[in-house]
């Protein structure tokens, strides 16, 4: 099992940007994808952005072209640039670790947008 820990939320104004870091206790060279999931109020999770260990990357559709998922090996690190925020991006961000062996979840940064 991988500690995961996410960083980088904060409050900001609509248009503006963000950089959302996740660090994982062991070596993100081998779990099979990191990805970022978000959880707003009274709504079901989503998946916003993975990138596997080979790089390739998916983005939801509500965030292209606004939100950038990247990884740095050597820091066993993945990112999420987020560009051009929304009110409707509020909510809690949670990294997520594929294992072989299962899924490893962080806390969660709050995100919030204000209009």
């Known amino acids: 099992q991988e500690q995961v820990v996410e960083s980088g939320g904060g409050l900001v104004q609509a248009g503006g940007s963000l950089r959302l870091s996740c660090t994982v206790s062991?070596?993100?060279?081998?779990?099979?994808?990191m990805g970022w999931s978000r959880q707003a109020p009274g709504k079901p999770r989503e998946v916003v952005a993975v990138?596997?260990?080979?790089?390739?990357?998916n983005h939801a559709d509500s965030v292209k072209g606004r939100f950038t998922i990247s990884r740095d090996n050597a820091k066993n690190t993945v990112y999420l640039q987020m560009n051009s925020l929304k009110p409707e991006d509020t909510g809690r961000y949670f990294c997520?670790?594929?294992?072989?062996?299962?899924?490893?979840w962080g806390q969660g940064t709050q995100v919030t947008v204000n209009s």
């Open positions: 990138i596997t260990s080979g790089g390739a990357t």
């Open positions: 062991g070596s993100i060279s081998r779990t099979n994808a």
């Open positions: 997520q670790a594929v294992r072989p062996g299962g899924v490893d």
